[in-house]
């Protein structure tokens, strides 16, 4: 059973930066790629990035491209989410979850484990 835990969530200026960290339980955290996604109230849960297993190759949706980094530390079990230059339209819950695919996918499909998310609130 792999379980995931985000933290880092918070209420932030706009402008301002957070960074959200996802610790994975179990033995195999560097075989898998791993993403992040949000969903704000009333819309549906939408990509933010990806990561590669080994860190190597990375993805972003155009709404976040040269504001956020994923990036992971197999080591720590742990893949991470910085976000810089935020806006109010980034409030939403975010979510970590487990790739499925070899590829860097950004579909919720293509995911099988999620975390239970921590919220982001951007305020203007």
């Known amino acids: 059973q792999v379980q995931l835990v985000e933290s880092g969530g918070g209420l932030v200026q706009a402008g301002g930066s957070l960074r959200l960290s996802c610790a994975a339980s179990?033995?195999?955290?560097?075989?898998?790629?791993m993403g992040w996604f949000r969903q704000a109230p009333g819309k549906e849960r939408e990509f933010v990035a990806s990561?590669?297993?080994?860190?190597?190759?990375?993805y972003y949706a155009d709404s976040v491209k040269g504001r956020f980094t994923i990036s992971r530390d197999n080591a720590k079990n742990t893949v991470y989410l910085q976000m810089n230059s935020l806006r109010p339209e980034d409030t939403a819950v975010y979510y970590c979850?487990?790739?499925?695919?070899?590829?860097?996918?950004?579909?919720?499909?293509?995911?099988?484990?999620w975390g239970q998310g921590t919220q982001v609130t951007v305020s203007s």
């Open positions: 179990g033995r195999t955290f560097s075989n898998y790629g």
């Open positions: 990561i590669s297993w080994s860190g190597g190759s990375t």
């Open positions: 979850a487990r790739s499925i695919t070899l590829s860097l996918a950004g579909t919720v499909g293509a995911y099988d484990y």
